[in-house]
């Protein structure tokens, strides 16, 4: 599956839209996560442990995008976005979104079940 967060794919012909897709997570925080980020408050530095969080949903929602493309038969996902929410008191949703097109001289594996 090509992924672009551009609108096109250089060098390749979009012949339709199929539609937006998106894949989400959402990730609550972990006691000993909160404890070490406390402490790098007063010592500061990267927080290592919430980077890596962020890491996984981000790769967790863009392969959840992936999917759904797949299942209408997309050759590729353009004009990805990212974006984050809080849902609750110590958990957070990470959102991946874009369209879904089809491209010229294409051809599709079959969807994933």
């Known amino acids: 599956m090509i992924t672009a967060t551009t609108e096109t794919i250089p060098g390749r012909e979009i012949i339709s839209h199929l539609g937006v897709v998106c894949g989400n997570t959402v990730r609550a925080k972990h ?5 070490m980020a406390g402490l790098k408050t007063i010592i500061g530095g990267e927080v290592s442990g919430y980077t890596e969080m962020l890491q996984e949903s981000r790769n967790q929602a863009t392969d959840r995008m992936i999917a759904q493309a797949q299942a209408m038969s997309a050759d590729a996902v353009v004009n990805i976005r990212f974006t984050t929410s809080q849902v609750a008191q110590g958990m957070s949703e990470m959102l991946a979104y874009g369209n879904a097109v089809k ?11």
């Open 103 to 113: 491209l010229a001289g294409a051809t599709s594996p079959p969807p994933i079940s």
């Open 31 to 35: 006691v000993g996560r909160d404890i």
